[in-house]
């Protein structure tokens, strides 16, 4: 199971940081990433980070501005947003598989609800 948290609204350049807690299993068995889905949008990739946390991915839109880490000790996942921007505004998704290093969502097996970040300008 994963619950994310985090989002809450906030201006044009503000930081914010989103956590995912994972249980049922530790952190460190699965792939995890982090998608967000804005209205009337497909789902979008933002960032992947591997078992070991020792290699990571973000899309150009966030790179720079979003750190992705992984505290396997705590079985938690957080997205560290800098910079953002009204075009951020999304529900952001933690999600889980445990093989495939990848940007696309149809490779992971968990998914959380979500957490709303609204950017405002």
């Known amino acids: 199971q994963l619950v994310e948290s985090g989002g809450r609204w906030v201006q044009t350049g503000d930081s914010l940081r989103l956590s995912c807690a994972v249980s049922g299993r530790t952190s460190s068995t699965y792939v995890m990433a982090w998608f967000r889905q804005a209205p009337g949008k497909e789902r979008e990739f933002v960032a992947v980070?591997?078992?070991?946390?020792?290699?990571?991915d973000y899309a150009d839109s966030v790179k720079g501005r979003f750190t992705l880490s992984r505290g396997n000790a705590e079985n938690t996942v957080t997205l560290q947003m800098n910079s953002l921007k009204p075009e951020d505004t999304a529900v952001y998704l933690c999600?889980?598989?445990?093989?495939?290093?990848?940007?696309?969502?149809?490779?992971?097996?968990?998914w959380g609800q979500g957490t709303l970040v609204t950017v405002s300008s």
């Open positions: 980070a591997s078992r070991s946390g020792t290699s990571s």
């Open positions: 999600a889980a598989n445990s093989q495939w290093f990848s940007r696309s969502a149809s490779s992971y097996d968990y």
